[in-house]
């Protein structure tokens, strides 16, 4: 079917502005790609997957101008011993990176291995954004896996002492960087990725991750504080039989965020928990979108999604379970909850359960509320004074979605950011 | 040292009198007990002196020590040494207990000019009151009465009051939902507390709790207003006869 005429216009505008990385084994897969954007067209407001996030500012063929931030918070996860991969909007800084070398893995920069044939990542690079095109297109994400020049490919063989850390710095004013990293888990490693930092003016970001049997990934990322800038990202997972997948994302700021995770659980008890935390002020979307399926027995999902918005702005969350016939004994939990902190601001939700076994767990909530003046009162009765009470039960709300952190001494580091949002805010 | 005169209030959504001119003067060292009827504006009087919102005081005063408490803030108001006990202890899902009790311990600090407890020396303190009522450590790692038995709830004001030491402290049916043995505990914890430089006020339905935390004043509430005032023997009074004969007296 032809696309509409505004569609393809805005699809060949942004396309002519791009060019595809010829040659190396990922070359096929990237003109398949192209191939998917094409027949799909990129989103426009019409859609119904971008029903409640206009992606304007991610489709055009520019990157609206963000300024980067200057700031005196100092680096998040510094305090850890860590394997640093630097980009300076979009660009590896070798300079500022670590070795990339560590027992238990293997790295690799996607720039630099095209004419490797790392059997693995050719198998992997593409397949998984194209098995998460149906039954909802996601042409930004095919879009990425085509144009992207770079991003990390990181094969877990072991058990690394330490987390691999991704620092995206942002600089120039218009930068509109792609990185499309691949990570394979073998059965039984297990290993800690960390991400941090706004990118650029526009990020686009795809993470491929396949997890094989037993295997073991957490994730923890934070995407920046820039006011302006606008991010695109998606997860892609598929988890074989007994493997884990716990990821947990920290929104603060930025004036667009859609956030994607699409999560197969392919073997039997595998695990996944995908949380995250968001908080945001005046022009500021934020949008979670997820899709998680159900393919095999006993297997566990989890969502904790929580915003806390003021001052108009948005919160969207649109998350759906998938429960295939025969997935068994399945246990999904999906929570998405906004704390309104003034009568501006506005939460958009769609939490979907679609269900064809007949003996499953799945169970959904979905809120938005204000802080609760009972228990503000409580806190204020007993000497706290009312902004500090407020930050309190704020911090206690995101609680919940910072616990999926299984790292103690993370989280720490991450809610002292928090705190520092809710502090600036005065 | 807490004075209230000719209090009014209203109920503020509801253009509801409840108190219709409380007057009640309770002096340093005392410990006073109110009691009355359901409805007669007992826990409204403690609920518009810590300063909770949704009442609106249409006439009269109320002053801890010559400050206006009316015109403070709750936090204000704690900081000036007032403390209620709740008769439904709020939980907080998602604060822990002990960072709870030290925000509120260094808050007040910090309002009275004091320096703010170490950690160290926090904890000690806590450690010490919390083992006197027999509240272990896991319920101190548990967030704000979440999960908490009703005596569990109770004992737990009682250590936030410990650790406040506040020199007006207002009990609210700290009774209501507690076992002999719970209320036994509450109330040791209660009288640990007394001292000539505080002064209790102790709401209640049952002269049980008065046998062990005994009064040295008694008051009748009645549709808003105190309507008889006297020694122990009042409760004891009140425990045989109900309040039908009180009430016709002064009717």
Known sequence: ?426 | MLEIKDLHVELAEEDKAILKGVDLKIEAGKVHAIMGPNGSGKSTLAYVLSGRPGYEVKQGTATLDGTDLLELEPEERAAAGLFQAFQYPVEIPGVGNMTFLRTAVNAQRKARGQEELSAAEFLKEVRAKAKDLEIDAEMLKRPVNVGFSGGEKKRNEILQMAMLEPRMCMLDETDSGLDVDAMKLVATGVNALRDEGRAFMVITHYQRLLDHIKPDVVHIMADGRIVKTGGPELALEVEHNGYADILAEVA
């Not at chain 1, 569609?7 to 040659?23: D, F, H, I, M, V």
């Not at chain 1, 996601?138 to 002492?161: E, Y």
Request: charged residues 30%; proline residues 4%.
């Open chain 1, 1 to 426: 079917m032809a696309l509409p005429k505004i569609k393809e216009t805005a699809t060949e505008t942004r396309l002519a502005a791009l060019s595809l990385p010829e040659g190396g084994w990922s070359e096929p897969a990237r003109r398949a790609a192209l191939a998917r954007v094409q027949s799909s067209g990129l989103p426009d407001r019409r859609d119904e997957y971008w029903k409640f996030t206009r992606p304007d500012v991610l489709v055009g063929p520019d990157a609206p101008h963000a300024k980067a931030l200057e700031t005196d918070e100092g680096e998040l996860f510094d305090s850890f011993d860590r394997l640093k991969i630097v980009f300076v909007d979009g660009v590896f800084d070798a300079q500022a990176s670590d070795d990339l070398k560590l027992e238990g893995v293997s790295i690799e920069r996607l720039a630099e291995i095209a004419d490797q044939d790392i059997h693995w990542a050719r198998d992997l690079y593409g397949t998984l954004e194209e098995r998460a095109q149906t039954p909802v297109a996601r042409p930004l994400a095919a879009l990425n896996t085509a144009f992207a020049p770079d991003g990390v490919v990181i094969r877990v063989t072991g058990k690394p002492s330490k987390p691999i850390s991704v620092v995206y710095h942002h600089v120039a004013e218009d930068s509109d960087p792609m990185l499309h990293h691949v990570i394979r888990v073998e059965s039984g490693a297990e290993a800690t990725i960390l991400e941090n930092g706004p990118a650029g003016a526009r990020f686009s970001k795809c993470m491929e991750i396949d997890i094989a049997d037993g295997g073991k990934l957490h994730h923890i990322r934070s995407q920046g504080r820039d006011h302006e800038r606008s991010a695109v990202t998606h997860i892609f997972a598929r988890l074989g039989a007994e493997s884990s997948f716990k990821s947990f994302t920290m929104t603060v700021n930025g004036h667009l965020t859609r956030n994607e995770a699409v999560v197969e659980l392919t073997g039997d008890d595998a695990i996944v928990h995908i949380a995250g935390a968001c908080v945001g002020d005046g022009d500021f979307l934020h949008d979670d979108t997820i899709f998680i399926t159900h393919d095999a027995l006993n297997c566990e999902s989890r969502q904790v999604f929580k915003k806390v918005l003021r001052n108009g702005a948005v919160g969207v969350f649109q998350g759906k379970i998938l429960v295939k016939e025969g997935a068994q004994k399945t246990d999904g939990y999906q929570l998405s909850q906004a704390l309104m902190l003034d009568g501006d601001s506005q939460f958009l939700a769609k939490p979907e359960l679609e269900i064809y076994a007949d003996d499953v767990a799945c169970s959904h909530g979905c809120t938005s509320g204000e802080i609760d003046e009972t228990a503000l009162f409580y806190l204020r009765s007993r000497g706290v004074p009312e902004d500090r009470a407020a930050d309190l039960l704020t911090l206690a709300f995101l609680a919940e979605a910072v616990d999926e952190i299984e790292d103690q001494a993370i989280a720490e580091d991450i809610v002292s950011r928090l705190e520092n949002w809710l502090s600036r805010r005065r």
